[in-house]
């Protein structure tokens, strides 16, 4: 043995050699002739973000021709938008339970100190400002904060335009964000906290900002100093974007002003802004719609949207794009003089000008007045003197509210074999609307570039040949191909589907030997697996996924889709069973790519993960199920286990026994010896 084991080094060290080679020499040639370098696949796949990023653009309302068009559209596009912020259904007006914790007065406005709940144990502080003498009920306004940090609130930051407006006639609510408020909660959930769960749930902290956006003017419309029928919502950053979403939310806003929070799809994404912004600028972009489909919910309600030129945040290119299809709308209403737009050689900043631009528009349209713009002379309070709260509520749920303000489903009891069938119609279904709705509507040629290996080591176990190929437009990926040398007219098959630590080094095939002479084996690296993508540049490609409506993972389902039609309709392999594997959560997409194509008669597991709370992210996919059901969405088909299954599983095996099939999911100690495990 010890004479062996400096040849096999060899062997192994020539094998390494040759593929990297391969490699190498492979960067400069272009994909459909040669080899893609992983940075070639990465930089491809950037362009097809891009692509698909403009055509959402492009799409948005491209069938709205005229205003009837609009109108029979409308509802929909508002039920969409809603279910995209997590507010559809809506979620139950519980009592405000509002107090005063305390006031003071000034020259000309009085401030009074609010805290309400928008729903139980979601506290909401503020400041409402008066004017001093009050002769009947005036115009309100609801302002919403930036990301403005500080132990007493983003509020304390934004006091001056609550001190303009009291002085000159309204009431003004300032209210403090989810995230820098006085109980201060999570808002960079996927851009800083890596969790992405909250697109498996749905969720953006969008959807609580704007609920309690509206439960503030239902605070305001119990007040008797305020005119129900003139309330408008302006803010800045974060703030503008709310006021964006909330006036297309709630037609009780008559009038908003957006200030630096207007993006596009298209221009987000062609100019990498989606990294520049918190993770509340976005909604979920599950029905593949942009910014102006939200302008056209607000039409034709007066809307003024400001912007600054040298906002990294906010392109230019994107706010005049959203401009120019959001006026498309309010023409088709006769309305072009209710929407403008404005934007002034500055940073992302509160200044000055955009103050004048937002509170002229607002006189204008609220009380009928052309008063030029004058801030006069503003005297700030110290941040103490707006504090609403001396202590933390004990039923306070802000910090945790991402758990909890999306209904996640519960597991169902199912006790009949057409019950369960009938359900797994209906998911499946609600799958490809709301989870699935980017995958493409048509499957592109594979162009396949294959190189045979006829010198390694893993030569001598079978057929061995790199492999890449096209799952949809603009997107390859590589693998390796195994095809035993015996004579038989068909072999079962395996795909093993690689994640991003399984990839270490070329020569990894000891998990595969067992099968490589009995088995036609697939060991595919899907898109973004092998990118030379750091976690700052991959948070950054998951966010941006979201926003054409997909994730990372439901593309790699995709891809592992169109591995097995590479197989038989690209190779065009006799194939008597096909076996997909993987780790972790790769595993689990293994179930759900199952559960779409019935031709893959076994999934086999391997550490897999008992919810998607711990991954893999899909769109959505916790408001209709978990991996559980999602795993029994397999049945009949048998289901193994390389390590024991999570106690979770035990309702997947329910199911199984409705088939009579409870032997169909089964635990075994080796990949090999899972491959021989006979199917029923």
């Given at each position: 043995?010890?004479?062996?084991?400096?040849?096999?080094?060899?062997?192994?060290?020539?094998?390494?050699?040759?593929?990297?080679?391969?490699?190498?020499?492979?960067?400069?040639?272009?994909?459909?002739?040669?080899?893609?370098?992983?940075?070639?696949?990465?930089?491809?796949?950037?362009?097809?973000?891009?692509?698909?990023?403009a055509q959402i653009t492009q799409n948005n309302l491209a069938n709205v021709k005229s205003l009837v068009d609009w109108k029979r559209e409308r509802p929909e596009v508002r039920?969409?938008?809603?279910?995209?912020?997590?507010?559809?259904?809506?979620?139950?007006?519980?009592?405000?339970?509002?107090?005063?914790?305390?006031?003071?007065?000034?020259?000309?406005?009085?401030?009074?100190?609010?805290?309400?709940?928008?729903?139980?144990?979601?506290?909401?502080?503020?400041?409402?400002?008066?004017?001093?003498?009050?002769?009947?009920?005036?115009?309100?306004?609801?302002?919403?904060?930036?990301?403005?940090?500080?132990?007493?609130?983003?509020?304390?930051?934004?006091?001056?335009?609550?001190?303009?407006?009291?002085?000159?006639?309204?009431?003004?609510?300032?209210?403090?964000?989810?995230?820098?408020?006085?109980?201060?909660?999570?808002?960079?959930?996927t851009h800083d906290l890596g969790l992405w769960y909250w697109q498996s749930l749905g969720y953006t902290p969008a959807g609580p900002e704007v609920w309690n956006a509206i439960r503030?003017?239902?605070?305001?419309?119990?007040?008797?100093?305020?005119?129900?029928?003139?309330v408008a919502v302006t803010g800045i950053s974060g703030g503008g974007a709310m006021t964006w979403f909330a006036a297309a939310a709630d037609e009780r806003f008559q009038?908003?002003?957006?200030?630096?929070?207007?993006?596009?799809?298209?221009?987000?994404?062609?100019?990498?802004?989606?990294q520049e912004n918190c993770d509340c600028i976005y909604f979920m972009n599950t029905f593949l719609r942009d910014l102006p489909a939200v302008g056209a919910l607000i039409a034709p309600r007066p809307l003024k949207i400001i912007s600054a030129i040298r906002?990294?945040?906010?392109?230019?290119?994107?706010?005049?794009?959203?401009?120019?299809?959001?006026?498309?709308?309010?023409?088709?209403?006769g309305a072009a003089d209710k929407v403008e737009e404005y934007d002034n050689d500055a940073p992302h900043a509160d200044l000055l000008p955009f103050r004048k631009q937002a509170d002229e528009w607002l006189n204008r349209w609220l009380k009928n007045d052309s008063t030029p713009f004058d801030e006069g002379d503003i005297k700030l309070e110290e941040p103490s003197a707006l504090k609403v709260l001396d202590r933390q509520p004990p039923d306070a749920v802000n910090e945790e509210i991402y758990k909890t303000f999306i209904p996640h489903h519960q597991l169902q009891t199912w006790k009949t074999l057409p019950?369960?069938?009938?359900?797994?119609?209906?998911?499946?279904?609600?799958?490809?609307?709301?989870?699935?709705?980017?995958?493409?509507?048509?499957?592109?040629?594979?162009?396949?570039?294959?190189?045979?290996?006829?010198?390694?080591?893993?030569?001598?176990?079978?057929?061995?040949?790199?492999?890449?190929?096209?799952?949809?437009?603009?997107?390859?990926?590589?693998?390796?191909?195994?095809?035993?040398?015996?004579?038989?007219?068909?072999?079962?098959?395996?795909?093993?589907?690689?994640?991003?630590?399984?990839?270490?080094?070329?020569?990894?095939?000891?998990?595969?030997?067992?099968?490589?002479?009995n088995h036609v084996v697939l060991q595919l690296q899907p898109r973004a697996a092998d990118y030379p993508a750091d976690n700052y540049k991959m948070s950054n490609l998951k966010m941006t996924a979201?926003?054409?409506?997909?994730?990372?993972?439901s593309m790699q389902l995709w891809d592992i889709l169109r591995s097995v039609d590479y197989l038989v309709d690209g190779e065009k392999l006799k194939l008597s069973s096909i076996s997909v594997y993987g780790r972790g959560y790769m595993g689990a997409l293994g179930l759900y790519a199952a559960a779409l194509d019935e031709r893959i008669t076994r999934v086999i597991l391997d550490d897999p993960p008992s919810s998607h709370w711990q991954g893999p992210a899909l769109l959505n996919i916790l408001k209709l199920t978990d991996l559980p059901e999602a795993a029994a969405l397999v049945a009949p088909r048998q289901i193994i286990s390389l390590t024991p299954l999570p106690e979770p599983y035990k309702y997947t095996s329910s199911i199984f026994a409705l088939y009579g099939k409870d032997r169909q999911i089964a635990e075994r100690k080796a990949l090999g010896d899972a491959l021989r495990a006979p199917e029923q």
């Open positions: 043995m010890s004479q062996d084991r400096p040849r096999t080094r060899v062997v192994l060290i020539l094998a390494t050699l040759l593929f990297t080679a391969t490699l190498s020499s492979s960067q400069t040639q272009p994909h459909r002739s040669g080899l893609s370098s992983r940075e070639q696949r990465y930089q491809m796949f950037q362009d097809y973000l891009i692509r698909r990023a039920r969409q938008f809603l279910y995209m912020l997590g507010l559809d259904p809506m979620p139950k007006k519980a009592p405000l339970e509002s107090r005063v914790t305390g006031q003071f007065e000034r020259d000309t406005y009085r401030v009074e100190k609010i805290v309400f709940q928008s729903m139980p144990g979601l506290y909401v502080t503020g400041n409402l400002y008066l004017p001093q003498k009050i002769g009947g009920r005036l115009p309100a306004i609801v302002y919403l904060c930036g990301h403005s940090p500080g132990p007493w609130g983003a509020k304390v930051d934004y006091q001056h335009h609550g001190i303009w407006f009291a002085r000159h006639g309204y009431v003004a609510f300032l209210i403090d964000t989810v995230e820098f408020g006085e109980l201060p909660g999570i808002h960079h959930g503030a003017l239902d605070y305001l419309l119990t007040r008797p100093e305020v005119e129900p029928n003139k009038v908003a002003a957006p200030v630096c929070s207007t993006w596009s799809v298209e221009h987000h994404v062609k100019l990498d802004a989606v906002d990294p945040s906010f392109p230019a290119a994107g706010y005049h794009d959203v401009y120019k299809r959001t006026r498309a709308i309010y023409e088709l209403y019950a369960w069938k009938k359900r797994r119609t209906e998911l499946i279904n609600a799958m490809r609307d709301q989870v699935l709705r980017a995958f493409p509507g048509t499957k592109v040629p594979f162009e396949i570039w294959k190189k045979p290996d006829t010198g390694g080591w893993v030569s001598r176990y079978a057929s061995h040949s790199y492999v890449e190929f096209t799952t949809e437009e603009g997107v390859r990926v590589s693998g390796e191909l195994f095809v035993p040398r015996g004579a038989r007219s068909s072999y079962p098959a395996l795909i093993y589907v690689k994640r991003a630590e399984d990839i270490i080094y070329p020569v990894d095939y000891d998990l595969l030997l067992s099968a490589l002479e979201a926003l054409i409506g997909a994730t990372i993972e």
